[in-house]
C-alpha cells in the first residue's frame, strides 16, 4: 500500500489535513467520506526507501493456527456488539501482533471499501482463509448470522488445535529417542570404534566377522563423512520437492496411514475432521454437493480428499450418502450405520458431529497410551544395537584377554 497526504474539511468546516496507507487516492477519498470529512486535495506522498532488511519479507513470518481462532473470537465479539466490520478489521489489523496476517486483513478492508463481499475478499488469500473458512463466512453473509459463523470457525478451530496439540506432544517422546539413537550411532561410528581398532591392530589377531563389518562401516564412515552428510542434505531436499508435487503429496499421504501404530491414529483424527467440518457446514445451510467440495479441500489430505469427493460424485448420481461412505472403505460399521440415521431422519448434522467426538475419544485414548505402545518398539531398536556392539567390539576384547591369560 501508499501513503497519501491529504486536505479537507469536517462536517463544521474545519480544515483538516493528515496522512493515510491505501491502495489508490480513490480508497483514501472513500475513507474520508466515510468518517465525514470532504476530501480538497489527495497527493501521494513521496517516501526514502530503508535499506534495511525485512526478515518477515524475506522468509515469511506464516499465520499459525493461534493467529486464526484469536482473529475468529475476535470478530465474533465485535460482531455481535454491532461495531461496523471495516471498522472491526481495521482495529484487528493493527493490533495483531502477526505482521501476515495484518498486511492480509489490510487488504481485505481495501477489498471492502471497494465494494466486494467479505468472503470475496477472504477468498483472495487461501493460504491463510481456507476454503471451509470463506464458506462458513459466505453463509453467514447470506443468512445475516456472521457473528454466529465466526463463532462456529472459532470453535472448530480449537478443537482442531486441541487434536494437533495433542499429537504432537504424544511424537515428543519417541522423536527425542530415535534422535538419540541416532546421535549415539554417529558417535560410536566416528570416535569409538576407531579406538578400538587401534587396539586390535595392535595385537594382529583373528577377529568375528561383527567386529569386521563394525569396523568396515566404522572406517566408512569416518573417511567419507562429508560425502554422506552432503547425500543425506541433498536426498532430504530433493524428497522435500517431490513431496511438494501433485503425485508425491498424494503417495505420502496415503502412506502416512499405514504407518505401524501410528497410521491409525492419524486416519482416525482426519476421519474426526472430515465429521466435524462436514456436520458445521451443513448445519450452517451450505448446500450438501458444496459441502463435500469444499470439505475435500480442507481435509489437508490428498488421499481422503480423493475418497471424499468420489461421495461427491456417488450423490450426484443419485446415490445415498451412506452407500457411497461405504463404498469408500473408509468408515467403521457403527458410523455408517449413524449416516444412515442421520439420512433417514434429516439430522445428518447431529449425527455426524456424534461421529467426529466418536473419533476424536478413541484418538484422545489413542494418543495417552501412544508412548506405552511405541515403548517396546524403541527398547527392541535399542537392545538390538547394545547386542552388536558388545558382540562386535567386546568379543574380541574377552579374546585377547583368554589368549593373554593363557601366553602366561
Known amino acids: 500500500m501508499n501513503t497519501f497526504h491529504y486536505k479537507g474539511r469536517t462536517n463544521r468546516g474545519d480544515a483538516i489535513e493528515g496522512r493515510l496507507e491505501a491502495s489508490s487516492a480513490d480508497a483514501v477519498a472513500t475513507q474520508l467520506f466515510n468518517s465525514g470529512i470532504t476530501p480538497i486535495d489527495i497527493t501521494e506522498a513521496k517516501t526514502t526507501k530503508s535499506t534495511s532488511i525485512n526478515l518477515n519479507d524475506l522468509f515469511g513470518a506464516g499465520v499459525k493456527l493461534d493467529d486464526l481462532v484469536l482473529f475468529s473470537r475476535q470478530m465474533y465479539t465485535l460482531m455481535k456488539s454491532g461495531v461496523p466490520i471495516i471498522r472491526s478489521i481495521t482495529s484487528l489489523a493493527e493490533s495483531t501482533r502477526n505482521q501476515t496476517l495484518a498486511k492480509a486483513l489490510r487488504h481485505v478492508v481495501e477489498d471492502l471499501e471497494s465494494g466486494r463481499e467479505l468472503s470475496n475478499a477472504l477468498s483472495r488469500h487461501p493460504d491463510i482463509f481456507a476454503n471451509l473458512y470463506v464458506s462458513i463466512i459466505q453463509v453467514g453473509e447470506n443468512t445475516g448470522r456472521l457473528d454466529e459463523a465466526f463463532q462456529q470457525i472459532a470453535q472448530y ?18 522423536m527425542v529417542v530415535i534422535l538419540a539413537i541416532v546421535g549415539a550411532v554417529a558417535v560410536i561410528n566416528l570416535f569409538v570404534i576407531p579406538a578400538f581398532a587401534k587396539v586390535y591392530a595392535k595385537f594382529d589377531a583373528e577377529l568375528p566377522w561383527a567386529t569386521k563389518f563394525l569396523i568396515a562401516t566404522s572406517n566408512f564412515t569416518v573417511t567419507y563423512w562429508p560425502y554422506i552428510l552432503a547425500g543425506l542434505i541433498l536426498a532430504g531436499v530433493g524428497l522435500n520437492m517431490y ?8 503417495k505420502w499421504h496415503k502412506y502416512k496411514l499405514r504407518i505401524p501404530v501410528v497410521g491409525s491414529i492419524i486416519n482416525r483424527s482426519l476421519l474426526a475432521r472430515f465429521a466435524r467440518s462436514f456436520a458445521m457446514a451443513t448445519r450452517a445451510g451450505v448446500p450438501l454437493i458444496q459441502t463435500m467440495t469444499v470439505v475435500s479441500r480442507a481435509a489437508d489430505n490428498d488421499y481422503l480428499a480423493e475418497r471424499i469427493l468420489q461421495m461427491r460424485n456417488g450423490v450426484e448420481r443419485g446415490d445415498t450418502l451412506t452407500r457411497t461412505a461405504a463404498a469408500t472403505g473408509m468408515f467403521t460399521p457403527l458410523v455408517l450405520q449413524m449416516m444412515a440415521v442421520g439420512e433417514e431422519t434429516g439430522a445428518i448434522d447431529d449425527l455426524l458431529q456424534e461421529v467426529a467426538e466418536y473419533y476424536e475419544r478413541e484418538v484422545d485414548y489413542d494418543l495417552k497410551n501412544l508412548s506405552s505402545a511405541i515403548e517396546p518398539i524403541l527398547i527392541v531398536a535399542i537392545g538390538i544395537m547394545v547386542f552388536i556392539l558388545a558382540l562386535g567390539v567386546f568379543l574380541p576384547m574377552w579374546d585377547l584377554a583368554a589368549a593373554a591369560r593363557g601366553g602366561r
Request: glycine residues 4%.
Open 157 to 174: 478451530q480449537e478443537l482442531e488445535k486441541d487434536t494437533r496439540d495433542r499429537i504432537k506432544t504424544a511424537m515428543r517422546y519417541p
Open 243 to 250: 513431496l511438494k508435487t501433485e503425485n508425491g503429496r498424494y
